[in-house]
C-alpha cells in the first residue's frame, strides 16, 4: 500500500458565528495537519497557515527517521520550526502582534506507527466501532485543572475559561511540544480536528459517523462531522483531517519511498479540501523560519509531561467564547441602564405625586382636597371642608373643583380656604333680589 492509496479527506468551514475561517488543514498522505488560529484582526488565519506551510516544509524528517525515537524528535523540530516562524512573523509584521496557533500533526509510518505533534487544544483520535481514543492532551486551562483533579468533566461545558489554551505557537520564541509515538491498527481512523468540531459533537458520535460512513466515502463522513456541528451551532470555525492509514482487511505497509515523494510535494502544500480562507502567505521554507531550538542530542523526546501549568500566558482561544463574554456584558450593561431609567422615571414619578393636589367632590357632595394623581387608585385624600361643592358658582365649581386642576399643597388649601368667601359672594346677590 501506498501513501497515495491511503483513504483520506478533509474539510474546514467557518461556522455559523464567526465571518472568516482561522482554522487551516493540511491532508496529504502519510501527513495530517490541522491549525487552529488565534487573533482575530491579529491575524489568526496567517498564524494557522504559516504554521502549518513551515511545519510541511520541515517534517520531511519525520517520514524519513530510521528509527521511531529519531522521528518523534524530528516532529518536535518541525513543530519548533512552525513556532519559530509564527513568532518571527508577529515580531517582523506589528500587524500580526498577538496572532498565534494551535497545531495537531499526525505522521504515518510503516506498520501503522503514527507520529504525533500537538500544541494547543486541537485534538487527534483514533476512531475505530470500539468508539473514540483521544491520544492528544488539551493544552487549555479547564483540561489542566480537570487533569489536576480541580475541576469535574461535567464542569466543563459552562467553565467561564473553557476556550482558554495555555500553549499555542507564536507567543514565545519556545514552546514546550508534546511529540510522542502512537499506533492504529488495521481498520483505524486518524482524526484530527479543530475545537469547532468537539465543541459541538461527542465522542460517540465522532467514531459512529466515521466507522459508518468512512468506509467507502471519508469526504462524505467528513462533511457528515462538519454538517452536524453547523446544525448544532457552528459557533467556532470547524475542521476536520480524516485517514485510515492501515486498512481493515491487510496489515498495511507504508514505503519510504513514496513518503519522500509525498514530501517532496509539501514545499508547495495543497490540501484536499476547499482552500482556507485568508492565510495568503506563501510556504515559508524552514530555512527561512531563523534558527531553531536545539534539542539535546541525548534528548529522548517523550510526550510532555502535563500535569503542570505552563508558564505561558493563557491565551483566549476561541472568539466564540469572547462573543459571549461580550454579548453577556452587553446585555448586563442593557439590563443596567434599563434599570436605571426605571429608577429615575419611578423617582420622577413619585416625587411629582408626592407634590400634586387637586380639588375634589366627596361622594357626600362636600369639597376637599386630594394629593396624587386625579386617577382612581392614583390619589390619597389630603383635606376635608363643610362647603357643598352644589353651593359654588357653577363656573367656580367647573373651575376649582371639576377641573381637577394640579396645585401645590399651600394654593390647594388657599383655594379651599377661600370657599366660604365666595360662597358669600353667592349669597349676597340672592338676598338682595329677595329684598
Ligand atoms: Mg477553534
Redo the contacts with the bound molecule.
Keep these: 500500500m501506498t501513501p497515495h492509496d491511503i483513504p483520506s479527506a478533509a474539510r474546514s468551514d467557518v461556522g455559523q458565528r464567526r465571518d472568516h475561517n482561522e482554522?487551516a488543514v493540511f491532508v496529504k498522505m502519510p501527513l495530517l495537519v490541522v491549525a487552529?488560529g488565534v487573533g482575530g484582526s491579529a491575524k489568526g488565519e496567517v498564524a494557522s497557515r504559516l504554521a502549518i506551510d513551515t511545519f510541511v516544509a520541515a517534517a520531511q524528517d519525520v517520514l524519513v527517521a530510521r528509527s521511531g525515537d529519531e522521528a518523534v524528535r524530528a516532529m518536535e523540530h518541525a513543530v519548533l520550526a512552525a513556532n519559530a516562524a509564527v513568532h518571527q512573523s508577529q515580531l517582523d509584521d506589528e500587524s500580526r502582534r498577538g496572532m498565534a496557533t494551535t497545531i495537531t500533526a499526525a505522521v504515518v509510518r510503516d506498520g501503522g506507527e503514527v507520529v504525533v505533534g500537538h500544541v494547543g487544544d486541537s485534538r487527534l483520535y483514533v476512531l475505530s466501532a470500539a468508539g473514540a481514543r483521544q491520544l492528544t492532551d488539551d493544552h487549555s486551562v479547564v483540561a489542566e485543572l480537570v487533569r489536576s483533579g480541580r475541576l469535574d468533566p461535567g464542569d466543563v461545558p459552562t467553565h467561564p475559561q473553557r476556550n482558554v489554551i495555555t500553549r499555542a505557537l507564536g507567543p514565545e520564541a519556545d514552546v514546550s511540544v508534546d511529540a510522542f509515538l502512537a499506533h492504529v491498527g488495521p481498520g483505524d481512523w486518524l482524526l484530527a480536528c479543530?475545537?469547532?468540531l468537539t465543541e459541538h459533537v461527542e465522542e460517540h458520535e465522532l467514531a459512529r459517523i466515521v466507522v459508518e460512513a468512512a468506509p467507502g466515502d471519508p469526504d462524505a463522513a467528513a462533511a457528515q462531522l462538519v454538517d452536524l456541528a453547523n446544525e448544532r451551532g457552528g459557533t467556532?470555525?470547524i475542521t476536520v483531517a480524516l485517514a485510515q492509514p492501515v486498512p481493515s482487511d491487510v496489515s498495511g505497509e507504508l514505503h519510504v519511498e513514496a513518503l519522500h515523494a509525498a514530501a517532496a510535494t509539501a514545499a508547495a502544500p495543497t490540501t484536499s479540501m476547499p482552500a482556507t480562507t485568508g492565510g495568503a502567505d506563501d510556504p515559508v521554507p524552514a530555512e527561512d523560519s531563523g534558527p531553531l531550538p536545539r534539542v539535546a542530542a541525548d534528548g529522548d523526546a517523550e510526550p510532555e509531561a502535563s500535569d503542570e501549568l505552563p508558564a505561558m500566558q493563557p491565551i483566549p482561544?476561541?472568539e466564540d467564547w469572547r462573543d459571549d463574554e461580550l454579548d453577556d456584558e452587553r446585555d448586563l450593561r442593557a439590563w443596567i441602564v434599563a434599570l436605571m431609567v426605571l429608577i429615575v422615571v419611578f423617582a420622577i414619578v413619585a416625587l411629582t405625586w408626592s407634590r400634586s393636589y387637586f380639588l375634589v367632590e366627596r361622594g357626600d357632595g362636600s369639597v376637599g382636597i386630594d394629593r396624587g394623581f386625579p386617577v382612581a387608585g392614583l390619589s390619597t385624600r389630603h383635606a376635608e371642608s363643610d362647603v357643598l361643592a352644589d353651593d359654588l358658582d357653577p363656573a367656580d365649581r367647573e373651575r376649582l373643583v371639576d377641573s381637577h386642576r394640579i396645585l401645590s399643597e399651600a394654593d390647594a388649601q388657599q383655594v379651599l380656604d377661600d370657599l366660604p368667601t365666595r360662597l358669600d359672594a353667592v349669597d349676597a346677590p340672592a338676598a338682595g333680589q329677595v329684598a
Aim: proline letters at 0%.
Design positions: 482554522d487552529d479543530s475545537d469547532g467556532d470555525n482561544h476561541d
